[in-house]
């Protein structure tokens, strides 16, 4: 490992112990790269844990496992791990999903070059998993590197007028930093769905930097049966509209603009 | 056209001196001499002011004076400006060339030149060869395309009727049409410099920009459209066509952008793609008509750039090329065959042909030249006197 290389935590968040799980969780593992500044976390109950860790595979040996004993939702297992991690960097793997081979790479040059950037966004392919056979069904995060979105001379970079017309950015995959996560408050509980939405308006208006590599990065899956994401789906529109509304609201960002002032 | 510092130098007339004219001549040519001997000669070289345009083929000619300049000899930049303001290329190219001295022949008139003084004229300036057939000075075409020498020059005209008979030439091309239809012009050939401090590799990773450089910006739309057509999952790839930029941004840019697109058919050395190449932009090419010799190699046309000749290609050559780089599967291969090409057209490679054709060719012929003249004179005078005597 160089000597400027960052630490990198990568995450899996594991709450149900199925056959899905069974299936995927090796796989996903695996495409973590056997490198001396990546650490593995699988974090979830002590039960799920415990059939994860009896699962075959090259990498098990270099997982790290933290038992939950809290809550088991989402944001919960993820600050969780957030806190135990202790790497520069962390991302969040979810365990269906894949790191495409070159990724971390690429995270590495560019945490090298852009000093400034808080949240390394991958390009992601996206699967529909609702079906047997796994369908492409396009990207996620590319709309950054467009033109359209960006301003000319901040291409991949994202924006508070570019998240406020577009707010489905996929942060699985995405490579944060540690410091700037907690300093900024981590991820929000009491606003389910747009959670990920609000985290990132709150990183931009506090000055943190979101730039999308335009590198392949991530191979995310959509529809699981027993996703977690999932159940949002069954949120009614308006209620899932009011969740990004009270993400938008300014309470969130005015201690900042306190600071300004 | 004169140019005040020069007339100072200019002989004095023949009443003044109440000599011969062979002596007067003969004095010419020692002043000739002795002006070559101490670099007290002037090198003009004739240029366009393209209005704030960038252009490789003038930068060409910025380059050659500016070497000469550094290797100490007098320089000058002659322009022709009937009102307006001279804009030159400070715009966009580095401050050194536009900082080259200037004159505005319209303004003075007239140039009083020497016969040690070198007058440079671009191919397709053949008005200004026709005008200056008079003068004292050894002048010499920079020839850079057949096509447009071709299409400027009028009919029945060739560069012998301008008492023209050397040619300086940028590409092996160009030298062997010159050898096939003019072949007593004598060719020299000086290769272009490319940069290597603004034409250099990204300090930062690169963008998934494509940009454009095509001579017609029409070109540009023949290619992006059916390219969004065809592959609208890659609708936001983001494209620009860089014309009319300064050197500084138009390298930014190359440096920026992951691949570059260029079509220009007629160009005869081809800067813009050998300056994408030294940044390490992939680099897609539509074939022109002839290539520049660092296009070429042994077994045909260099690897390092990826070539096409219909437009009807471009669509799955760019939707292959932005999948692979996006998934870091360009082959390796094409990154040596890159890196290879910035070694090529150094500013050392110019240098030593400005020496060799210019130090070693035109300046010590002219003076081998005056020499061999000086002699004769010398003789005549010699056996005049013997016979006088007698």
Known sequence: MKNNMKTIGVIVPVHKFDDNLRKTFTRAIESVPDEEYIKLFVVGPVEVVKECAGLEGAKQGKVNYIVNRGETDFISQVLLAVNECKTDFFSILEADDEYKKIWFKNVQEHIESLVDVSIFLPLTEVYDLSSEKEIPVGFANEIALSPSYSKEDAIGYLTVDGLMTYSDFNLTGAVIKTSDFIDCGGLKKSIPLAFWFEFLLRMIYNGKKAYVIPKMGYKHGLNRADSLMLAYKDIPKEEAQKYFNIAKQEYFFKKERERKN | ?390
């Not at chain 2, 023209?164 to 004598?186: F, G, H, M, P, Y």
């Not at chain 2, 190449?277 to 990826?306: C, H, Q, R, Y």
């Open chain 2, 1 to 390: 056209m004169a140019n005040n510092e020069v007339n100072k130098e200019m002989p004095t007339s023949l009443e003044e001196k109440k000599t011969t004219p062979k002596e007067v001549v003969l004095e010419r040519v020692k002043a000739a001499i002795d002006k070559l001997d101490k670099k007290e000669f002037t090198v003009y070289f004739y240029v366009i002011d393209t209005k704030g345009v960038p252009s490789g083929s003038l930068l060409y000619i910025y380059k050659m004076a500016y070497e000469l300049k550094e290797l100490g000899y007098n320089v000058m930049m002659l322009h022709n400006e009937r009102g307006g303001d001279f804009i030159g290329i400070g715009e966009w190219a580095e401050k050194k060339y536009a900082d080259l001295p200037h004159a505005n022949i319209e303004n003075q008139k007239k140039v009083a030149v020497s016969p040690a003084d070198f007058l440079l004229i671009p191919d397709i300036y053949t008005e200004i060869m026709s005008q200056t057939k008079n003068l004292p000075c050894k002048r010499i075409i920079i020839f850079q395309n057949d096509e447009y020498f071709t299409r400027f020059i009028p009919l029945g005209v060739s560069p012998y009727t301008y008492k023209i008979t050397d040619a300086i030439v940028n590409t092996s091309n160009s030298q062997a049409w010159i050898e096939k239809n003019l072949s007593r012009l004598k060719t020299r050939l000086v290769r272009p410099a490319i940069s290597s401090t603004m034409f250099r590799k990204p300090e930062k990773p690169r963008q998934l920009i494509v940009n454009f450089v095509c001579k017609d910006g029409n070109d540009t739309s023949r290619m992006v459209k059916p390219f969004f057509w065809k592959y609208p999952e890659l609708k936001w790839v983001a494209h620009t066509q860089l014309n009319g930029l300064s050197q500084e941004v138009f390298a930014d840019a190359l440096r920026n952008g992951a691949i570059t697109v260029w079509v220009d058919e007629e160009a005869s050395f081809g800067y813009t793609p050998l300056e994408a190449l030294k940044t390490g932009s992939i680099v897609i090419a539509k074939m022109p008509k002839k290539f520049a010799d660092w296009m070429k190699t042994e077994n045909g046309l260099t690897d390092a750039i990826i070539w096409f000749d219909d437009f009807a290609e471009i669509p799955d050559l760019i939707a292959e090329l932005v999948s692979r780089w996006m998934n870091d599967d360009i082959p390796q291969e094409l990154y040596d065959e890159i890196d290879k090409m910035g070694k090529l057209h150094t500013r050392e490679d110019m240098k030593a042909d400005i020496e060799k054709v210019f130090v070693e060719g035109f300046f010590k012929e002219r003076k081998e030249d005056f020499e061999s003249v000086l002699a004769d004179l010398e003789k005549e005078l010699e056996n005049k006197e013997t016979t006088n005597e007698e």
